[in-house]
């Protein structure tokens, strides 16, 4: 089997190579998503305005193909290399980012909002001591959909030879399916078991980062599902 090779693991261009190559990408991806949606969509939920902004956004970016942004970027100022790759991924990661973090600001307690408005708080105030901690759940969420989609779709950036492991796969389309079948294969569950891998520890880092007393209130409520792009979870 292709993975059973240690030299497959170790040269050059292998697998520890690509693997690093692939969680570069998808990490500066989703940092660059954050750093655009969080504000957005925290600010928006806090003023209870822009609803139909979170869905034209969502939308706009959901409905934009990533392989045609991979292949169209590159022919603009961003230029060859990795910069337009992970631009084009961040747009992927932007959807589930910001309508979580619209929504988690929208759900926040109606009677700690009061509270914190009759102690004379700020709305800069009220956002970032009350309804930030209350939306940490859906943030984490919202994280954790958009982390697993891009390292899953960063095997795509091997079309415009941006790296990550799906350089394993395109390289093995390039033999003939006899010598080359095991490395598409290898390749394929590489990208999936990273992804499957990404989903539990996320999982697991969200539960640990969610407030016990937010953790009690998800469990006799249910776990809040991923917002849509209309902010409703």
Do not use: K
Request: charged share 15%.
């Amino acid at each position: 089997m292709w993975l059973n090779d240690p030299l497959n693991w170790t040269n050059p261009g292998g697998i520890l190579d690509r693997l690093g190559e692939h969680l570069e990408i998808s990490a500066a991806a989703v940092a660059l998503g954050c750093l655009v949606a969080w504000p957005l969509g925290l600010w928006l939920g806090h003023t209870g305005r822009g609803g139909g902004l979170v869905v034209l956004v969502s939308n706009a970016t959901l409905a934009i193909p990533t392989l045609a942004l991979l292949t169209i970027l590159p022919l603009t100022f961003l230029g060859f290399g990795r910069t337009p790759v992970v631009v084009a991924l961040a747009v992927f990661a932007v959807p589930p980012l910001l309508a979580n973090a619209y929504t988690g600001v929208r759900q926040a307690d109606l009677e700690a909002l009061d509270a914190a408005r009759g102690m004379g708080l700020s709305g800069g105030q009220v956002l970032r001591r009350v309804e930030l901690p209350l939306a940490v759940p859906y943030l984490a969420a919202g994280f954790r959909t958009a982390a697993v989609q891009v390292i899953a779709t960063t095997a795509l950036a091997s079309f415009v030879n941006g790296g990550g492991l799906g350089e394993i796969i395109r390289t093995g389309f390039g033999l003939s399916i006899a010598v080359g079948g095991g490395q598409i294969l290898a390749g394929g569950v590489l990208v999936a078991g990273l992804a499957l891998l990404a989903e539990v520890v996320l999982g697991g880092v969200e539960r640990l980062i969610t407030p016990r007393p937010l953790r009690r209130d998800r469990q006799r409520a249910g776990r809040p599902r991923p917002a849509d792009a209309t902010g409703r979870a």
